[in-house]
Structures are given as structure tokens and as C-alpha cells.
């Protein structure tokens, strides 16, 4: 009888495949579904793409399907796009239709729906159009954000001088000096570097990153319908984002008390006078969940992204000691010792900017974008995408591009050099991605990059603690992010 169960069960789980294959096999082809491997039923491609370096996978899946192709992650059908002209197709020459922001568990349920990187529909837009108004007029491209960055680097150099050339971990430093320039904009004020609870929220956000690119992380991404109801370490990253939306809250109570809105000081004062605006309007995208979530979102997505692509590009600087000396040279000659580094002077250095595009190039620090989705029914190319479905562009195909980049996966500025040394663009850098849903601080962040990366390296000789041929640059998780492998280094004045 035992037997005859086993042999019952084997036949169903085979009758179920058979029945998945060809219910697969009959949506996608030409005018319908892109191609891709045969899913299994419920767990879809788990044996074909690997969670611990989905990037890596979905190119080799390009290869076999082309740069339009279907996997499933879970039951779920999701588009992956590969390759530059199909990724500027969707996401910019077909903005409108590829504008959705596509399913992603760990931020819908976080996030709820509300805020700006994981919401949808008027109430992302309007939120996405004030939030982006409301930066410009607090600086976010002006000089005010200049200076505020300039402010922020000294007292980062205050504390890399502390270490008195002994070896230490950037991470945290970092982390402060970057968050501090958008906790100036959003909360109108900046902590300092040994604050507990500041460092308590560094620590949640690196974590938050670190969960998110992990193989229970990916996991999530792919069975949340599953995880949802089990115990694990899935659940604990909601537990950072709690401890971030707590603090965004208790700063919201401390302004809403001293508000005044003839004279907002910040964003929170911007969005709670436009709630005051608002309050008759009931179906107002304006309220007080959506202020906690919206700046939440600011607050995090200033941070760790624009501190880990510093903590990477530094390591970079450190395997190649020759590039940093170019740098060093290119700063003395232009800049010099006397003055603070300027967003001016980026025209009249080409090779340091050169290096700051490679270091975001090589890196790829979010190699598959965040995902999108299509807001109706979509013919591309020759294929048919129902709406809602659920698209990756994968941007490291586009910055990996070996046509664009010769030798891609090596690090080199000269990528961004024309012959005569100038800086030559390329439509193929987009590490903030494209199209309507490109990063909404992609102006802060390439201005913190340069100018944080030019002063350090105008007050400091950055030195690896091993030789720096044995120094791995490859991350350590790949998933969501690019996660860079820990180490230390020393900095002995110049």
C-alpha cells in the first residue's frame, strides 16, 4: 500500500509538470509571452536561476533566449530584458508603459503601497513630483546642497584623522557622512558621527541592504506567498525597516510641534503644510502614513546606496594604487591643497571623473534595477506582456556592454576617456536606471560621489592592510545590490 501511495504521488507531481509545461508552452511565442525555461509548478525556475547571483544567471539565460525572455519566480511570470536596446526601448523611448513599479514582496510589504519607490498609480506621482520639487528648492542641484556636502566632508575628515593612520573599516563613517547630507534636507538638521541612536539606524539600514541581497532575501522575492505564514530570517528585515519608520515618526511629531508654514525648514515641514492644504480633500495623497513612508524612503535611499558605492569605490582605489595617484596628481594640479574641491572643478578634471563613472559602472551596484511592471497590455518586439506582469531591466547588461566597455569586467577610466584624455559620455552609464522611474536623487548622489571622493583623496594616501593583489573586489552578495566584501584600510596624510 506504501508503494502504491509513493507511486500515486510520483504520477500526480508528473501529470502537474506535463500540465505546467504545456499551459506554459501554449502562452508564450510570437504575439504572446517572451520565451524562457520551462517552469515547474509552483517553484518555476528555481533549478535554472540561482538566488545568490540572479544577474549572473539571467545572462546566461540570455544567451539561449535572447534579450526578451520569461522566467518564473515562483509561479510568477516576469520579463527580463537584456542588453541596452531593448532596456532604452522600455524604459525611455516606451516610458509611460513600462512606468509601473513591478511586484516586489520585501517593499510592498513593508511599504504598503504608500511612499515613493514601491507605490504606484496618482498617489507614486504626486508624491514623486512634490518630493523631487520640494529637494530642488531645498538645493538638490543648487549650490546650498553643494556646501552642505563640503560642510559634511569635514567633519568626515575629522573623523578618518582620528584613526592616526592605524587600520580601520570606512563603512559606518561613510554611512554617517552620507546620510547626514539628506538628514539636513529631510529632518533640517545632522547628527553627530558617535550618536548611539544615529549609529543604531546606520546599522538597520546596512542590514536592511544586506537582507535584502541575501539567499533567504531572493528567496522571499521569489515564494513570499509561502513565507509569509513560516517563521525564519526572512521576517527580521521587517523589523529594521519598523525601527527606521519609528524614528521617521518621532521626528514628524517633534515638527509637527514647532511648525510654522510661512517658513518650512525642511521636507517634513513642506509635506506637512501640503497636508494642511490638503485636508478637506479626502482622497488626498497627502497624510500622515504617506509622510512617514515617503520620507522613510528618502531617508534610506540617500543613504545606503550612495555610502555603498563610496565603501566599493574606495576598496577599487586601494587594488589599484596607480589609478589613485592619477587621481591625486589631477586634484594638486587643478585644485590644490588650499581650498575645498567644487562641483565646478568636475569639467576641468575629466580622469577623475572618468573614475567615478567606472567605479559606478563596474560595480553595478543594482545590476537588475529595481522591477518595473507594464500598465496595460504591451506588444514589444514581437512578443504580447498582459499588464501587471513584472519586468527586470537588467542594467548591468547595459553597463557591462563589452561593445561599449571593451574588457567590461575590468576596471578601467579609460572607458570614460577619449583619446585626447577628455571625458567622453555614454548613453550606456545608467546605474540610476532610466525613464520615469529613474533614481529621484541621481543629482545628489553623483554630486556626493565626486566631492566626497575628492576630498578624501585630496587630504589622504589610502593604503590597503594586505598587498593589494590579494585584495578581492568581488561582492560578496549579488542579488537585489552588489554587496562589497569588508576590509579595512589606512589613511596617512599627504
Known amino acids: 500500500m506504501e508503494l502504491l501511495g509513493a507511486v500515486t504521488v510520483v504520477l500526480l507531481i508528473c501529470i502537474a509538470c506535463l500540465l505546467s509545461i504545456t499551459a506554459w508552452k501554449g502562452r508564450s511565442g ?24 540572479l544577474a549572473q544567471t539571467l545572462q546566461k539565460l540570455s544567451e539561449e533566449y535572447g534579450p526578451v525572455f520569461t522566467v518564473h519566480l515562483g509561479s510568477d511570470p516576469v520579463v527580463v530584458l537584456h542588453g541596452h536596446d531593448v532596456v532604452k526601448e522600455a524604459l525611455v ?20 503601497g504608500l511612499g515613493i519607490i514601491f507605490s504606484n498609480n496618482k498617489e507614486w506621482l504626486e508624491v514623486r513630483r512634490f518630493a523631487l520639487s520640494t529637494l530642488r528648492n531645498f538645493g538638490m542641484g543648487k549650490r546650498s546642497i553643494e556646501e552642505r556636502i563640503q ?20 563603512t559606518f563613517m561613510l554611512s554617517c557622512a552620507v546620510s547626514n547630507v539628506i538628514c539636513s534636507t529631510i529632518f533640517g538638521k545632522r547628527y553627530d558621527y558617535k550618536d548611539k541612536r544615529f549609529l543604531g539606524l546606520m546599522k538597520n539600514m546596512s542590514n536592511i541592504f544586506d537582507m535584502m541581497n541575501s539567499y533567504w532575501g531572493q528567496l522571499y522575492q521569489m515564494f513570499s506567498n509561502i513565507l509569509d505564514y513560516l517563521p525564519g530570517p526572512h521576517n527580521k528585515i521587517f523589523t529594521e525597516f519598523d525601527a527606521l519608520k519609528n524614528f521617521v515618526s518621532e521626528e514628524t511629531k517633534i515638527h509637527q510641534a514647532s511648525l510654522d508654514p510661512s517658513s518650512p525648514q525642511d521636507f517634513i515641514d513642506c509635506f506637512l503644510s501640503k497636508m494642511q492644504e490638503e485636508k478637506e480633500n479626502p482622497n488626498s495623497s497627502f497624510h500622515m502614513k504617506n509622510l512617514i513612508t515617503s520620507t522613510f524612503d528618502l531617508f534610506i535611499a540617500g543613504t545606503e546606496t550612495t555610502s555603498t558605492t563610496l565603501r566599493y569605490g574606495l576598496l577599487l582605489l586601494l587594488k589599484y594604487p596607480k589609478i589613485q595617484e592619477k587621481v591625486q596628481e589631477e586634484i594638486d594640479r587643478v585644485v590644490g591643497r588650499s581650498r575645498k574641491p567644487c562641483v565646478a572643478d568636475r569639467t576641468q578634471m575629466p580622469y577623475t571623473d572618468a573614475v567615478v563613472h567606472e567605479i559606478q559602472r563596474f560595480i553595478s551596484l543594482i545590476p537588475l534595477a529595481l522591477p518595473h511592471t507594464v500598465t496595460k497590455d504591451t506588444c514589444f518586439r514581437e512578443y504580447l506582456i498582459p499588464k501587471g506582469t513584472t519586468i527586470y531591466p537588467v542594467l548591468s547588461s547595459v553597463l557591462h556592454d563589452s561593445k561599449e566597455f571593451p574588457n567590461p569586467n575590468e576596471f578601467n577610466p579609460g572607458h570614460f576617456l577619449n583619446e585626447n584624455g577628455t571625458f567622453r559620455k555614454s548613453e550606456f552609464f545608467m546605474p540610476f536606471s532610466a525613464g520615469k522611474r529613474i533614481c529621484l536623487g541621481e543629482g545628489l548622489a553623483r554630486m556626493e560621489i565626486f566631492l566626497v571622493l575628492a576630498t578624501i583623496l585630496q587630504n589622504f594616501i589610502l593604503k590597503p592592510v594586505a598587498d593589494p593583489q590579494e585584495l578581492s573586489i568581488t561582492p560578496t552578495l549579488s542579488g537585489t545590490g552588489n554587496i562589497p566584501p569588508v576590509y579595512q584600510l589606512c589613511a596617512l596624510p599627504r
Open 151 to 170: 560642510e559634511e566632508s569635514e567633519h568626515l575628515l575629522e573623523e578618518i584623522n582620528k584613526t592616526k593612520g592605524a587600520p580601520f573599516d570606512p
Open 30 to 53: 510570437k504575439g504572446k509571452m517572451p520565451p524562457g525555461p520551462a517552469p515547474l509548478p509552483i517553484l518555476g525556475n528555481v533549478l535554472q536561476v540561482k538566488p545568490k547571483n
Open 93 to 112: 523611448d516606451r516610458a509611460d508603459e513600462f512606468a509601473g513599479r513591478g511586484h516586489m514582496p520585501i517593499g510592498d510589504r513593508a511599504n504598503n
